[in-house]
């Protein structure tokens, strides 16, 4: 956890686990390695990938933190975690379905035992119910998820922004853990994409982010990492991180 969080305790996680169930090409995760040199270049702190993507694209990655997105019950637990840690990983992520018709809770106990066993971190993505349910995305329900994950076992946890402050910070006070928001589909500006990192992060006190499809779908990802990272790291309004977007230095 000291080799993954930066000193001021804040992450923020490049994700492109989405060639693992996206249905359909996408120009900036065709090119990978491209993408991910980019986003180092502005100031991603990690990367959020598949075990393949991880193999192919190491050097693109070079430094940052490594953490590798694996099936929540693969068929030989001790195999992924073996292969995350030949690959450098320094966590590994696995999505968690509380109150869902599933079995991810049970499994994800099973994953997170043995990452512990080895000293593998463990962040439980938990999304009430699956992300078909969409009623069970409430500011209580993602709350009381984000703790459903903890007892898995999971060190960090990723999940919705509850869409104000006050209610993030229940999540984040129930959670007891570092608590990372994923960045879900495209917004529609980059404003306000800069004012969710300042709201979740700055106001509530979330660990960090995990944002990708915010990130990868813009013309210079290199711009959106660097706009980010200037609210989670250097302390810039969300003004003063647009000017990076749309300064012709950074794109």
């Known amino acids: 956890m000291r080799r993954l969080l930066p000193p001021d305790g804040r992450l923020f996680i490049v994700a492109m686990d989405h060639t ?11 090119a990978y390695g491209d993408t991910c040199r980019q986003a180092v270049a502005g100031g991603a702190d990690a990367f959020l990938v598949p075990l393949g993507s991880a193999a192919l694209h190491v050097e693109a ?7 590798t997105s694996v099936p929540t019950a693969p068929p030989a637990l001790e195999v992924v975690i073996e292969r995350s840690l030949a690959l450098g990983a320094d966590a590994i992520k696995a999505m968690v379905y509380p109150f869902g018709d599933d079995n991810t809770v049970n499994e994800a ?3 997170g035992a043995e990452a512990a066993r080895v000293g593998l971190p463990f962040i439980a993505e938990t999304i009430p119910g699956g992300f078909g349910r969409r009623d069970l995305h409430t500011p209580e329900k993602i709350a009381a998820a984000a703790r459903v ?11 919705f922004y509850t869409g104000d402050p006050d209610s ?8 007891g853990v570092p608590v990372l928001v994923l960045g879900g589909a495209k917004m529609a500006t980059v404003r306000d994409v800069l004012d969710v990192v300042r709201e979740a992060v700055v106001d509530a006190g979330a660990a ?4 990708g499809t915010n990130i990868w779908t813009h013309a210079s990802p290199r711009a959106v990492t660097a706009a980010i990272a200037a609210v989670i790291h250097g302390g810039a309004s969300v003004d003063e991180a647009l000017g990076l977007v749309e300064s012709p230095a950074t794109v």
């Open 168 to 175: 993030m910070r229940r999540v984040i006070e129930n959670a």
């Open 20 to 30: 693992s169930f996206l249905d359909a090409p996408v120009p900036a995760l065709a």
């Open 61 to 67: 990655i070079g430094s940052a933190g490594l953490i």
């Open 208 to 211: 960090g982010v995990a944002f």
């Open 109 to 111: 106990t099973r994953l």
């Open 149 to 159: 994950g903890v007892e898995t076992g999971a060190d960090m946890i990723k999940t």
